[in-house]
């Protein structure tokens, strides 16, 4: 009969009082860090956290508009000087030109600080 090395765990005996060893002692527990912080610190950084979050979405909603502002100039001014040229008066047609020029000077100056 081989004995291996290891020595086979046994459960521990029954506290007196308690012969089956079935019951359960109820522990309190108090946390007074999470990942090093204390409760207050962590809402701290869940709080910068959101307002990162909150500053990205916000650049990124932005950006998104400015896009899709300068994509209405260029669409804008292309149908004016082809599609649309014999459909709109000169006049017009230069009141419109002049307006669009005036928002792509506005988004390339300060439309990109916007």
């Known amino acids: ?3 291996d090395d290891k020595k086979e765990e046994q459960a521990p005996p029954p506290r007196a009082g308690h012969e089956d060893g079935d ?3 109820k522990l309190a527990v108090d946390q007074k860090k999470f990942m090093g912080m204390s409760p207050q610190e962590m809402a701290g950084k869940k709080q910068e956290e959101f307002d990162m979050a909150l500053q990205d979405r916000v650049v990124t909603e ?3 508009a400015r896009n899709a502002l300068e994509e209405y100039v260029y669409n804008t ?3 004016l000087e082809t599609r649309f040229k014999d459909f709109v008066e000169e006049g017009a047609r230069g009141a419109l030109l002049k ?8 988004i390339y100056g300060d439309g990109e600080d916007a």
């Open 77 to 79: 001014r292309d149908a």
């Open 23 to 25: 019951e359960e002692e």
């Open 62 to 64: 932005t950006n998104e």
């Open 99 to 106: 307006k669009l020029g005036e928002a792509e000077e506005w």
């Open 1 to 3: 009969e081989m004995k």
